[in-house]
């Protein structure tokens, strides 16, 4: 089986819950409580290839800091390959802050930093290019990394002949500063498209994820995936009205790291040779499997609890 790549977040996550007082209150609040755990939506990404049994690596720029030391423990934990990470002695690792209300725990904000992820030298991005095989498979986040670095990175990448994937992650205009045509590009360069529903907003207004796929579809002639929390995903990769995938019903506790584990299955699915219905419909299981527990990548599924559930078994 060909190796996972991955480019993107890889960062420890801050899980603050504070009193509620409402959605109108702006004063100070006090953390009563802080969890640590792993995070960033790559390395969610790759954590659920790898429980599924993929061969999955890392790649990206990490501090020399104790941050980075837990980054990479947690991702060794998963089988994640950490070897191709590159290290800054001046810079701060990744990490991600999320505030919490009340005994029900509604988020109300959060915050990325991406730090040493948003330093990535030319250099940088060969020595990280470098092992990737044209049989391999490559996961590009559009989320945390300045748009330079990702444009640099995907045309490597393309030069080298790799499946390119791209995890629209957060709105890539209004939040991660790439023009209309510098993401028209990403688009290009990809072989398949991955958004969910929310973050193309700002591009593609007021459209639903079924028109979303269909239009990326006739504008790119490539694979649209788009997921949509509830209604599941929609898939287009032929003219013509987009493929629904229902969600699985599953009691929901949190749905932070949905989309990442939906991603990880879907490539997992593609990575095993399935057809493309298929492997949304391996993406789906995973996404809604990992909301049954706080955490974006405590309850990712493992191999065998997604064989029996593919198979309709859900006990």
């Known amino acids: 089986m060909a190796t996972v790549y991955g480019f993107g977040t890889a960062a420890v996550d801050f899980r603050i819950r504070t009193a509620d007082f409402g959605d109108l209150y702006k004063d100070k609040l006090l ?5 640590e755990m792993g995070g960033g939506a790559l390395a969610n990404f790759l954590s659920q290839v790898s429980r599924l049994g993929g061969r999955t690596v890392f790649l990206g720029k990490l501090g020399r800091d104790p941050m980075g030391e837990k980054i990479v423990s947690l991702l060794r934990a998963e089988g994640i390959d950490c070897s191709r990470i590159l290290y800054s002695d001046t810079l701060c690792s990744p990490f991600n802050v999320a505030a919490y209300s009340g005994e029900g725990m509604r988020r ?34 559009i989320g945390e990394i ?8 995907m045309r490597k990448v393309r030069a080298k002949g790799a499946r390119l994937f791209i995890d629209v992650d957060l709105d890539p205009v209004r939040q991660c500063g790439f023009t209309p045509e510098e993401f028209d590009e990403v688009c290009r360069l ?11 907003g700002a591009l593609y207004p007021d459209m639903t994820a079924p028109a979303l796929a269909e239009a990326l579809y006739k504008i790119y002639e490539k694979p649209c995936v788009v997921s949509a929390g509830g209604d599941g995903a929609f898939y287009a990769d032929r003219p013509g009205p987009a493929e629904n995938v229902p969600a699985f019903g599953v009691e ?7 989309g990442d584990a939906f991603h990880g299955g879907f490539v997992y699915g593609m990575l095993s040779g399935l057809p493309i219905g298929e492997a949304v419909r391996c993406g789906c299981v995973c996404g809604a499997l990992n909301c049954r527990t706080f955490g974006a990548r405590e309850g990712m599924v493992r ?13």
Request: with cysteine; charged share 25%.
């Open 190 to 200: 990809s072989d398949v498209l991955i958004p969910n529903v929310v973050s193309l």
């Open 31 to 35: 953390a009563q409580t802080c969890a």
């Open 252 to 258: 929901v506790v949190d749905t932070v790291g949905a």
């Open 303 to 315: 191999r065998e609890e997604f064989d029996r559930v593919r198979k309709g078994d859900k006990k």
């Open 108 to 141: 109300r904000c959060g915050f990325l930093l991406p730090n040493s992820l948003a330093s990535l030298t030319e250099e940088d991005l060969s020595v990280l290019t470098e092992p990737i095989l044209p049989e391999d498979f490559v996961m590009a986040e």
């Open 146 to 153: 300045p748009p330079a670095a990702v444009l640099s990175f």
